[in-house]
Structure formats: structure tokens, C-alpha cells
């Protein structure tokens, strides 16, 4: 099958809590912070002012571990209205230092999903955050060797995306992402004419929250990267308008 009657030939994938876990990471920092200040407000409350914080702050510190390690102080002097000790504040750079030397956990299939598509796909990573932070989990994470291209950017939108497609002379009608957020993986790309798969993860962080439906016959879901393959030979094979995929 040639490129010219392949529905889909590029395919791009999202990187925290698509291809590795992140997000497990934020939820049990959260938690103890919520432990830090129980003395000042309670568990919701605590998350709830953290969750606030982090929507400002990702406009001026962008996405990653060290905007939301600031965000996690600004939160408890916020909370404890200034009586948060010294050592706290030194604990609370400590759990983002320890969130940025941890080790990766690959997502089930990461590998095998990888291969399978390499062999007649340009595989792109498109992954938004920190450039240092998300270059050192690409490194961490082994997976390099399979991508044409990695892309770390600031913000996921359609312009942000078409930039992208520009560079690497990608067309977007014949382009497929992959991604946990439907606000960076989906809505954008689907916007300017490729298709998108939303793989959900067990949670979702604040900025990445989603509520509505998707009405476009370029976007499915999937249950687990596994079924990916399969959707893809049948893209290029027999298409048909089902919107969703079920293992």
C-alpha cells in the first residue's frame, strides 16, 4: 500500500501518561502536601487551592515538575497565611526534586506498539513541558530510537501543531495523534483535519480536564497503546465511521 491511498501516514504520540506515568507522580505529591498543611485547612480545600494556583501559574512558569513545586509553596503560605516554616518549605523542594530524578515507568506495550507501527510509519513524540524536564524523561525513557522526530513544546495548539507539521512537511489530513488529553491531543489536531486517538489515563491533570463530546468521524477512542496497530491497518484498509474501538 502506497502513501497515496494510506488514510493514515504519520503518526504522533503525547509522552506523560501516554507513553510512560506521570500524573501518579503529581496525585501522591499532592497528598502530602494536603498532609503538610491538615493543620490549616483540610485535604479539599488544600487541593483545591493547589489545583487554582497551578491553572495561574502554568501561564507564567509553563507546564512540568518545577512550575508545580512552585506552585506547591505559593499554596501553603497561601493556606497557612504565612506560618509555614522553613522546613516545610525545604520539603516541598525537596518532593519536587525527588519527582524530577525519579525513574520512568513505561506503559504497558510501549515498546511492541512502537516496532509494530515503525515499519511503515514516521513516528513523531509531540510532548509539551519543561525542555529539560521532558528532554531528560525522553532520554530516561529509552524510546528515542523509534521517533523521526522529538518535538517539546510549550504549549499543544493548532498552532503550535501546524508548526510542527511545517517543519517536518507533514500532512495534516494523512497525520494521527496520540494522547491522554483531549484539550492537547485531540481538539487541536482534529481542528486542522488529522485524526486523534484519546488513550484515557487512570487521572487527569487540572489544565488537561475535558467535559463535552467530540463529534468528528477523525476521532476514536482507545482502550489501552495495544489497540493502536490494529486501528491503524484498518484505517488504511476498510475504513468505516465506528468512533470507537473496543480489545
Not at 493502536?228 to 468505516?240: A, E, M
Request: proline residues 3%.
Amino acid at each position: 500500500m502506497t502513501n497515496d491511498n494510506m488514510k493514515i501516514v504519520t503518526i504522533g504520540f503525547d509522552a506523560d501518561d501516554t507513553l510512560w506515568h506521570t500524573e501518579n507522580m503529581f496525585q501522591e505529591t499532592q497528598v502530602r502536601l494536603a498532609e503538610m498543611m491538615c493543620r490549616y485547612a483540610d485535604d479539599k480545600a488544600v487541593q483545591d487551592h493547589l489545583h487554582e494556583t497551578e491553572v495561574q501559574n502554568v501561564k507564567v512558569f509553563g507546564y512540568g515538575i518545577k512550575g508545580f513545586t512552585l506552585s506547591m509553596i505559593e499554596t501553603a503560605i497561601s493556606m497557612s497565611k504565612g506560618k509555614v516554616t522553613s522546613e516545610e518549605i525545604h520539603e516541598i523542594i525537596a518532593m519536587g526534586k525527588k519527582m524530577l530524578k525519579a525513574p520512568l515507568t513505561l506503559m504497558p506495550h510501549v515498546e511492541t506498539v512502537l516496532a509494530n507501527l515503525k515499519h511503515n510509519h514516521p513516528l513523531y513524540l509531540i510532548t509539551k513541558g519543561d525542555l529539560l524536564d521532558q528532554g531528560n524523561k525522553v532520554d530516561k525513557s529509552g524510546l528515542s530510537h523509534f521517533f523521526d522526530g522529538v518535538e517539546i513544546v510549550s504549549e499543544k495548539n493548532q498552532e503550535t501543531y501546524a508548526a510542527v507539521f511545517q517543519r517536518h512537511a507533514i500532512d495534516p489530513a494523512h497525520f494521527m495523534m496520540i494522547g491522554n488529553s483531549i484539550p492537547s491531543d485531540v481538539e487541536p489536531v482534529l481542528g486542522l483535519g488529522g485524526y486523534a486517538v484519546h488513550v484515557p489515563y487512570k487521572s487527569t491533570a487540572v489544565h488537561e480536564l475535558f467535559e463535552g463530546t467530540i463529534d468528528s468521524e477523525n476521532f476514536f477512542e482507545a482502550n489501552s497503546l495495544s489497540d493502536i496497530p490494529r486501528l491503524v491497518r484498518k484505517l488504511n484498509g476498510q475504513f468505516t465511521k465506528k468512533s470507537s474501538i473496543v480489545t
